[in-house]
């Protein structure tokens, strides 16, 4: 496998290049995190690990505010085999049983607790009760205060703010869930992501072999500026025949806080540069969405060997970048950027 470079610079406005300090490492796939992370040893402040079953957790509600659900009706309204709340229509049998429309074709029409025949019948006095409840959202212990009719309640939670976040950690199919500082602490803990602070950045790309993009060649950083975290991901992969190699910001938070900030790339060479200028995603827009979605800087393999001016055997690409938030002027209603100092 040949070996791909990165040199990774985070510097503040007002300093040369030559003056910061610079790190460098190597390009390759990410070995998998720890087998055994441990959430627990991070800050207090982080909530959430690997993901939890659906069962519910009343143990951690504190605060004059908090709500417990009203656990002994929820309790008949969860299916026994799948443990997620029961959706009309409920099914039970003859014995008075009851479990969801999903888990009944799983069992082979066999209640999974007496083992009789299920048949079609609906419990439509569980569905009634269930019609009649308000319970708060499953995430109230993150913070969610809201309280929904029973069937509106699962809509809610799809999107609910209070929801963890999925690692944003492209080389792996992490399973870690949490707020943004666990996963701060996740990334730079278990994956050994570079963090960097600072809106400006300067990464320098080299690859020995520009014709195989195969090795999972790609790169993630976290940058910390306005007191907000944001992931930069440079990667190369296979669109059609030809390789590419893409830049992209993505906000560690909601998609509604993001377009408060926005950001620019640049790359170029031999006279020539590309410039790419817009609002990050947040993570709750999957890698891969984000990615085949083409939003953001796409450097063809022909233009940016171009770039590189060498003799078409290695790579060698700079992407510089900057972040900023938009503050609208109060007298003209007119938004201005403002850079970090």
């Known amino acids: 496998m040949d070996a791909d470079s990165i040199e990774c610079v985070s510097y503040s406005d007002g300093l040369d290049e030559d003056e910061i300090h610079q790190h460098h490492n190597t390009l390759h796939p990410h070995p998998h995190p720890h087998p055994h992370p441990h959430p627990h040893q991070h800050h207090s402040d982080f909530s959430s690990s690997k993901p939890r079953s659906n069962a519910t957790n009343n143990s951690a ?15 008949l309204l969860e299916c026994p085999v799948c443990t997620n709340s029961m959706y009309p229509p409920i099914h039970q049998c003859h014995n008075g049983h009851t479990l969801c429309s999903t888990c009944k074709t799983r069992v082979h029409n066999r209640c999974p607790t007496c083992r009789q025949e299920l048949g079609d019948i609906r419990c439509l006095a569980l569905e009634k009760v269930a019609e009649s409840l308000e319970l708060p959202c499953k995430y109230y212990n993150l913070g969610c205060p809201e309280i929904f ?17 999925n690692c944003p950690y492209a080389g792996s199919e992490c399973s870690h869930v949490g707020d943004i500082p666990f996963l701060v602490a996740h990334l730079r803990d278990d994956h050994k992501v570079d963090m960097h602070s600072g809106c400006t950045f300067n990464h320098r790309y080299v690859k020995s072999n520009p014709r195989e993009v195969e090795n999972a060649t790609w790169m993630l ?18 669109l059609g025949m030809a390789p590419v190699y893409m830049a992209f910001l993505r906000f560690m938070g909601d998609e509604n806080e993001a377009r408060n900030y926005s950001y620019s790339l640049e790359v170029g060479g031999n006279g020539r540069k590309l410039i ?37 055997k290695e790579l060698k690409l700079r992407v510089t970048g900057r972040i900023w938030k938009e503050q609208q002027n109060s007298d003209t209603g007119v938004c201005i950027p403002n850079l970090c100092s």
């Open 149 to 165: 009719p029973y069937y509106s309640k699962l809509k809610h939670e799809s999107v609910c703010n209070f929801r963890p976040y």
């Open 221 to 238: 950083t976290v940058f910390h500026c306005f007191g907000q975290y944001f992931c930069l991901h440079f990667e190369a992969f296979q």
């Open 61 to 75: 509600i504190s605060g004059p505010t908090a709500i417990a659900p009203a656990t002994s009706v929820h309790e």
């Open 276 to 312: 790419w200028e817009g609002t990050p995603r947040s993570i709750r827009d999957s890698h891969r969405k984000v990615r085949d979605s083409h939003d953001g800087l796409i450097i063809q393999r022909n233009m940016a060997l171009f770039f590189s001016g060498g003799d078409r």
